[in-house]
């Protein structure tokens, strides 16, 4: 059995925040206590709304922010610190595509020119090899060779996109963050990057975190999935399953929310209350204000994420390993 | 039966360059009509032309009956008093929507004495009853806090008790979710249809997400680059698609469960306004076009009895077709 | 609260204090008050008994804290050409000034104001841009050479007013007029750009969509907000009504606080200027701490951060 490409253990990322101009400091605790493993080669897809901190895990998984406690290894070891030189060299290994492209790309510079300069800062090969490689990722990308020269502004959100992601396979990284990455794009334009993030993956043998709040995307890539909730996973399994007979409440309304025209499946759930706040976190459960399920262990004590069916996890005390409660596939609460 | 709203042949030119071209559209009391399209279909043009909130540099021709009387170029006094109080609208991103120098009071309460003639003490208790109706918790002392200091998905309540406070016939909501997380717009959504059900108000959906427009409406019609190229009931159309956008565009979407399929993916982009191709907007990136597709834009002509397809082809296209037609 | 304003105060503080500092250095570095006012011809003995009485013979940050040691205990100084109380010159000359600045910045919020709105509520018309050509001109121009032609075509061609000094009210139109027109034309643009900005927002456009007459959307719904970022301009204009007609005064010969400061600084009257710059600071800063204080009031935003939405 191969050690995972990625291993994350009990991570947490708190920040220290002032509300208004003497407010008192407010500590939101973004990521609480999330634990992940991606195999190489793998897709795992991290689902969750606003204040879930799906962002802030991705961004701790590079080595982009230092985390507060839990740790983060890559390819069995820990990930160096940030700043040092071991950290910049790491970068050739490991990259991110986020949700805005033409906010990713310099607007000065022609695209040719964004997708050598990883090349350039690692110092890859010599002047002829970078040339040769440049075009070979565009063309991986399905970028024609004009659009090279052209500039970020020139190009339609899609073709943007596949810069980015060009920029970011320019030093063959084994481990690839996209946030958000087709949000943006209009449904169409969706399918075309998608596809191309899939068949890329297969080519390269490419590991990924897949961040998004679109369920039906998050299925289409990933083989395993994790739902994360203020700061916490929720519910972890894979893809093809987690979305067909979801355990966790939570869960359940998200994929409720996310119609598919055709038949429904399942009921309707509505969430009552407001949107959780990262900065004022309900005790016990952090979903417990919400669920239409919760009963008063919920209000008190923190469910941890358990092994409750082969290769399905859950956080919660209805499904925990002390519930005689049996969650029978495919029934609705 | 008398349509509520019926559109024909809205056409919307901006310094000369068409963005819409020819919009007929009809909405029935209490219907649900859906539209969908992507950046550029003209979607939400077509509304805010409509109701004339486009500005003076707009083009606008063609026609706009609300129940047979014609509005279009109604003088501004006419169209202040169908706007909020026969037509409402909500738009997207409801905190940017909303006034952040004057309370919700002020604001629900602009809308009820205009068009509820509401005045004082009045104003005060029917919007304090609005806000009730919406959800927002804690009524009273929410109607003199102001808009920054509520959430997106609240205020998009307040914006719906907004336009139900003039009691219009038809809602028009110009993707009213899409700034807002999943639940939160199922929520919103789930309001919609509770007033809905409970007033009888017609609604007009536009939106770029073909899930929600098909659980929430009856019909949907399908915009492209400023023309309506499909319409059709909500389960026909998403069954079994006949324009070959239309088609493309269900076929986009990944579906969230059953067999992994590779996406349906439009080969090329949006045509600009500026450089419109001769004959089909969409022949260039269609599969199946023909020479006949490049002539002259098809017309909208009905296919069966509630349908209508802007398009030459005549044999339906399939959804076995689908699989392995991903052109990049 | 009160730490807001505490913090604000301290800074202003701060920002007289730099202002006076800059003044007392540059002053004594730049001349001899003593030759300029006893004039060349002046017998070297009497130079320096002049210089021995007004202290301009200890080192520079002995008068410096001498200085600021009276100020402390509320005397400003002495003006080295009369002898009288700096304190009292310039407080008998602050009627006149304002006399010339309160009605100009009245002139300014009256012209400029509407015309900004008027400008930006028809925007790309040819009154729009006759409005924009208009204000470019009225700021570009400086104002002395703006008021020399004034006075030559009003009082020198068509002898209807006065060219200078302070007899009639007659004598105050052209300076007026003068001081206005700039200052009208800063404020035009600015004011049309603020209501460009807001007329731009979606809430405008929910305002209509709610039937809201045009009229009612311009002045209860743009207006209000345009306010908040017109309101930093003339604060600043408030901020120069004691020392904002230096020039103007000076070609009308109007005897105000800004003719006196011309002539102090001519003379290196050290105790006239640094407290009539002491004034000047003081003013701008009262004027900014309001203005501060006005936006709290003007912009819900701003004024509890802790209620603000749920993230």
């Known amino acids: 059995m191969t050690a995972p490409l990625l291993s994350v253990d009990r991570l947490v990322r708190t920040y220290r925040m002032r509300a208004g101009m003497f407010g008192r400091p407010r500590e939101v605790c973004a990521v609480d206590g999330v634990t992940l493993k991606i195999d190489r080669g793998e897709t795992l897809g991290l689902v969750g709304e606003s204040g879930s901190g799906k962002s802030t895990t991705g961004r701790l998984v590079l080595g982009l922010e230092n985390p507060d406690a839990g740790s983060v290894a890559f390819n069995g070891r820990r990930l160096p610190a940030m700043d040092t030189t071991e950290w910049r060299a790491s970068r050739a290994r490991m990259q991110m595509i986020f949700q805005d492209p033409l906010g990713a790309l310099d607007r000065r510079l022609p695209i040719a020119a964004q997708v050598r300069e990883p090349l350039d800062i690692h110092a890859v090969g010599d002047e002829a090899l970078r040339t040769a490689r440049v075009e070979e990722l565009m063309r991986s990308v399905r970028l024609s060779d004009d659009v090279g020269q052209r500039y970020p502004h020139e190009l339609s959100g899609g073709q943007r996109q596949r810069a980015v992601l060009a920029r970011a396979l320019a030093t063959k990284p084994d481990f690839l963050v996209c946030d958000e990455p087709v949000s943006a794009l209009d449904v169409s334009i969706q399918a075309q990057v998608v596809n191309l993030l899939i068949d890329l993956q297969a080519e390269l043998d490419l590991t990924m975190l897949f961040i998004s709040h679109d369920l039906r995307v998050v299925r289409q890539i990933s083989q395993r999935v994790a739902v994360m909730y203020l700061g916490r996973v929720v519910e972890l399994g894979s893809a093809d399953d987690l979305f067909v007979s979801p355990q966790h409440p939570y869960t359940r309304a998200l994929v409720s929310a996310s119609p598919t025209p055709g038949a429904r499946r399942g009921e309707r759930i509505v969430l009552s209350g407001d949107p959780p706040n990262p900065a004022a976190k309900p005790a016990g459960c952090a979903f417990h204000p919400r669920c239409p399920s919760a009963f008063a262990r919920c209000r008190t004590e923190a469910p941890a994420l358990v092994e409750v069916a082969p290769d399905r996890s859950v956080a919660c005390h209805l499904t925990g390993p002390e519930s005689h409660a049996t969650v029978a596939l495919g029934a609705v609460a | 039966m008398q349509p509520l709203v019926s559109l024909d042949g809205l056409t919307v030119a901006f310094n000369g360059v068409k963005v819409l071209d020819g919009i007929s559209l009809s909405v029935g009391r209490g219907e649900a009509v859906g539209l969908v399209g992507e950046s550029g279909s003209g979607k939400s043009v077509t509304w805010l032309a409509a109701l004339g909130l486009l500005p003076k540099t707009a083009a606008v021709s063609g026609s706009v009956k609300l129940e047979g009387t014609e509005i279009l170029g109604a003088s501004p006094s006419t169209m202040d008093r169908v706007r909020g109080g026969r037509v409402a609208m909500i738009f997207q991103d409801p905190a940017s929507a909303l006034n952040p120098v004057l309370t919700i009071r002020r604001q629900v309460g602009e809308s009820l004495a205009l068009h509820r003639g509401l005045s004082g003490a009045a104003i005060h208790a029917e919007a304090r009853r609005l806000l009730d109706l919406v959800g927002i918790p804690d009524a009273e002392r929410r109607l003199s806090a102001y808009p920054h200091e509520f959430s997106g998905g609240q205020n998009q309540r307040i914006m719906i008790a907004m336009a139900l406070a003039g009691n219009p016939d038809l809602l028009i909501a110009d993707e009213p979710t899409t700034a807002l997380d999943a639940t939160i717009q199922a929520q919103i959504l789930e309001l919609i249809r509770r007033v809905r059900r409970e007033t009888g108000m017609a609604i007009v959906l536009i939106s770029h997400d073909l899930g929600v427009v098909a659980e929430n409406c009856d019909r949907v019609a399908v915009m492209y680059a400023g023309r309506v190229v499909e319409e059709a009931p909500s389960a026909e159309l998403f069954d079994d698609p006949r324009h070959p956008y239309a088609h493309g565009l269900i076929g986009s979407l990944p579906p969230i469960d059953g067999p992994r399929r590779r996406l349906t993916a439009i080969a090329g982009t949006v045509p600009d306004p500026k450089a419109m191709p001769q004959g089909c907007a969409f022949a260039p990136r269609c599969v199946h076009a023909a020479a006949l597709c490049g002539t002259k834009p098809p017309r909208l002509r009905a296919v069966g009895e509630n349908r209508r397809v802007a398009c030459v082809i005549d044999q339906p296209v399939r959804a076995t077709d689908i699989i392995g037609q991903a052109a990049e | ?311």
């Not at chain 3, 000076?250 to 003719?259: A, L, T």
């Not at chain 3, 009539?276 to 935003?301: E, K, Q």
């Open chain 3, 1 to 311: 609260m009160a730490r807001y304003f505490a913090i604000r105060i301290g800074r202003a503080m701060i920002t007289i204090a730099l202002v006076v500092t800059f003044a007392f250095v540059v002053l004594r570095l730049s001349g001899d008050p003593a030759l300029i006012i006893m004039g060349p011809e002046a017998p070297p003995e009497v130079i320096a008994a002049f210089r021995k009485a007004w202290g301009l013979d200890d080192p520079l940050w002995m008068q410096y804290f001498d200085y600021f040691g009276a100020i402390a205990k509320g005397e400003l100084g002495r003006s080295m050409r009369d002898g009288r109380p700096a304190i009292a010159l310039v407080l008998e000359r602050i009627p006149a000034t304002l006399a010339l600045t309160i009605p100009a910045l009245l002139l300014k919020l009256a012209i400029g104001i509407p015309g900004g709105i008027f400008a930006a509520l028809h925007r790309g018309s040819l009154i729009d841009r006759a409005v924009m050509i208009g204000a470019v001109a009225g700021f570009t121009v400086p104002s002395f050479v703006l008021g020399l032609v004034l006075v030559l075509i009003f009082a020198v061609q068509l002898g209807w007013l006065p060219s200078g000094g302070q007899e009639t009210w007659r004598h105050a139109i052209l300076p007026i007029v003068t001081l206005g027109i700039g200052g009208a034309a800063v404020l035009a643009r600015f004011t049309r750009s603020a209501m460009l900005e807001v007329l731009g927002q979606p809430y405008i456009r929910t305002a209509s969509a709610k039937g809201v007459s045009w009229r009612a959307v311009v002045l209860a719904h743009a207006l209000p907000n345009a306010a908040i970022p017109t309101v930093t301009i003339i604060g600043f204009m408030v901020g120069t009504l004691i020392a904002g007609a230096v020039v103007v005064e000076s070609v009308f010969s109007w005897p105000g606080v800004g003719r006196l400061l011309v002539v102090a600084v001519a003379n290196r009257d050290l105790a006239v200027v640094q407290c009539i710059l002491l004034l000047v600071a003081a003013t701008m800063v009262t004027s900014n701490l309001i203005v501060d204080f006005l936006y709290g009031f003007l912009d819900p935003r701003l004024r509890n951060r802790e209620a603000a939405g749920a993230h």
